[in-house]
Structure formats: C-alpha cells, structure tokens
C-alpha cells in the first residue's frame, strides 16, 4: 500500500488497525448524513473485526455489524477455522428479527462461491431479507472475488462502499497474500542510536 493512500485514512488507523478507544463502541448516532452514518458502522465492523485477530487464521479477521434506524441489531467477528463467517455471526445474532429494513456492514466482500465450510455468506443475507450491503474491502481470492458482490446485486441488494482504504488497510496481510502470495513479515527492534542491539539481559551489543 503507497504512503499516499496511507495518507488517506481516518485518523486512528494504520496497518496495524485501529485505536479501539478513538471512538465509543456503545454510542448510537442520531440522524447524521449518510455517509457519516456508513463511515460509524463500518468503523464498528472494523472494531469487530479486531475481536478475530489470533482466532480467525488462516481466514482473514472479518468483521460485520447489523444496523436499522441508526441501531445496532447485531454484530459478529470471524470464528476459528471452519466455523461461522462474521456475517453468519451477526445474522445468527440478529435472531429471528425481520431484516427487510436493514443493512449489513461488513469489512471484506462477502463470500459469494463455495463458503468454506458453512456454505456461501452471500447466499445467507440474499436469505435474509437485508436489501443493502455496504462493503469495506474486495476480496481479491481466487475462487471468491466479485462473486458475493454478483450473488447480492442479482438478488437486487443495494450494494455501497465505505472506508474502503481503512478496510484494506485493516486486511492489508490478507490482500497482499492473495495478490503476491507472498507473506507479511513485521519485524520490531530496539537499537541504540549508533545501531547496537543487546539481548534481553542488557550484556550484550
């Protein structure tokens, strides 16, 4: 990812996330503009996602939120390997609520092809009765990209994007895998400012 889309982001995300306390997971917003509204949900589904993260590998660290009237429904982050995906999650936490009037947040495309184990997501919200998606990030996979997008808007789901460059941000490691198919490798130090390094006891530079 260039510096410059780097420059883009909201204040309080980076490749390493989001700071969970920049804003109140809890607050309900009160008749705020459209795109300010999306921009508040898709910044919860991206907290949401952050509950995944050391649960969700080898599949991305997802995360979607339910919304009707300013509320929030429901909400769902990736399970452990072969268990329910983040929008199974928030709809299977939604209950049996009628969802007509509803959007779903999530921060990659939904599933559109096989589903892994638990079958397609694109096919569980068309089933829903959710009329509008709103997406943070493309999901660039092989067997998935573009299909849960086409799965939805055949069904005649209104499908927008939000925060689509912190969404990326978020699943940078995923999305440079499925493009380069080239790990992400962080590495963290701390040197001296003329360049030694010591061990952890202090003895050695």
């Given at each position: 990812?260039?510096?410059?889309?780097?420059a883009?982001?909201e204040?309080?995300?980076?490749?390493g996330?989001?700071i969970?306390?920049?804003?109140d997971?809890k607050?309900?917003?009160?008749?705020?503009p459209?795109?300010e509204h999306?921009?508040?949900?898709m910044?919860?589904?991206l907290l949401e996602a952050?509950?995944?993260?050391?649960?969700?590998?080898?599949?991305?660290s997802v995360?979607?939120?339910i919304?009707e009237?300013?509320?929030?429904?429901s909400?769902?982050?990736t399970?452990?390997?072969?268990s329910?995906?983040?929008?199974?999650?928030?709809?299977?936490a939604?209950?049996?609520r009628?969802?007509?009037?509803?959007?779903?947040y999530v921060?990659?495309?939904?599933?559109?092809?096989?589903g892994g184990?638990?079958?397609?997501?694109?096919?569980?919200i068309?089933?829903?009765?959710?009329?509008?998606?709103?997406i943070?990030?493309?999901?660039?996979h092989i067997?998935?990209?573009g299909?849960?997008?086409?799965?939805l808007?055949a069904?005649?789901?209104?499908?927008d994007?939000a925060?689509s460059n912190?969404?990326?941000?978020?699943?940078?490691p995923f999305?440079?895998?499925?493009?380069?198919q080239?790990p992400?490798?962080?590495?963290?130090?701390a040197?001296?400012l003329?360049?030694?390094?010591?061990d952890?006891?202090?003895k050695?530079?």
């Amino acid at each position: 990812m260039s510096s410059n889309r780097l420059a883009l982001l909201e204040s309080g995300f980076g490749l390493g996330g989001y700071i969970p306390r920049a804003i109140d997971s809890k607050a309900v917003p009160s008749h705020i503009p459209k795109a300010e509204h999306d921009r508040y949900w898709m910044a919860q589904a991206l907290l949401e996602a952050m509950e995944a993260i050391g649960r969700s590998s080898p599949n991305p660290s997802v995360g979607s939120v339910i919304v009707e009237a300013e509320e929030c429904l429901s909400r769902g982050s990736t399970q452990v390997y072969g268990s329910y995906h983040a929008e199974r999650m928030a709809l299977t936490a939604a209950g049996d609520r009628n969802l007509a009037s509803s959007e779903c947040y999530v921060t990659l495309e939904p599933c559109g092809g096989t589903g892994g184990k638990q079958g397609p997501c694109a096919d569980l919200i068309v089933s829903s009765g959710i009329k509008r998606v709103v997406i943070g990030s493309s999901d660039p996979h092989i067997k998935a990209a573009g299909l849960g997008v086409e799965k939805l808007k055949a069904a005649g789901i209104t499908i927008d994007r939000a925060m689509s460059n912190e969404a990326a941000a978020w699943h940078f490691p995923f999305l440079a895998y499925q493009q380069k198919q080239k790990p992400i490798l962080i590495g963290k130090w701390a040197q001296t400012l003329d360049g030694h390094l010591a061990d952890d006891q202090g003895k050695s530079q």
